[in-house]
């Protein structure tokens, strides 16, 4: 499968897992099932609604602001350099890499209309679940999905995402981190790089 559509594979689970807040101990094996399959019923539905691209983009960012652990993606993708931000710095940062992502994703959705994806099953694995599924897309092999669900943060959401052995959180941190050295370590540039960039 071409990066590109991995990735837009991949930002398409990532804005779209509408998982519900729970508290710590309701969560189990057949809840993060069940919030799996309601998510990727709400995704399809903004895929298949003929918005307009730039309202698409709105609504898989609101998306995901809601129901990923966007506070844990934008730590991990900005590695090391998340301990080194101030708090207003590292907002602004978390704010922009979140409309970064509804932008980068939203761009490869209209590839997804007409697939579909497929719960196979969940477990529990250390401290968070892990829900497997299946997605058989127009014109390519059938991919294994595994999410990670946790509740850590106080809700349920999710925090990574793993299609064909890649790994959402290690590919953002690859990426956000060159884009860093590019612009010399300098965050606040990033920044307001993202905030355009997707």
């Not at 398409?12 to 990727?40: C, F, H, M, N, Y």
């Not at 991919?143 to 953002?172: C, P, Q, T």
């Amino acid at each position: 499968m071409p990066n590109d559509t991995r990735r837009g594979f991949l930002g398409l689970i990532g804005a779209g897992l509408a998982v519900a807040a729970r508290p710590a101990w309701a969560l189990d094996t057949g809840q993060a099932r069940a919030l799996i399959e309601k998510s990727l019923a709400e995704v399809y539905a903004v895929i298949n609604s003929g918005q307009p691209p730039a309202q698409m983009y709105r609504a898989f960012e609101a998306i995901f602001a809601r129901h990923a652990d966007v506070e844990i993606i934008a730590r991990s993708a900005l590695g090391p350099a998340a301990r080194q931000a101030g708090a207003a710095e590292f907002a602004a940062y978390r704010q922009a890499f979140q409309g970064y992502i509804g932008r980068k994703y939203g761009k490869r959705f209209r590839e997804f209309i007409g697939s579909k994806i497929e719960v196979t099953g969940a477990k529990p694995v250390k401290s968070f679940f892990a829900v497997t599924s299946v997605a058989y897309l127009k014109g390519r092999s059938p991919m294994e999905v595994e999410w990670h669900v946790s509740d850590k943060s106080g809700e349920s959401r999710y925090f990574n995402i793993i299609i064909e052995g890649v790994n959402m959180l290690a590919s953002e941190r690859a990426e956000i981190g060159a884009m860093l050295a590019r612009r010399k370590g300098d965050l606040a540039a990033l920044t307001a790089d993202l905030q355009q960039a997707g």
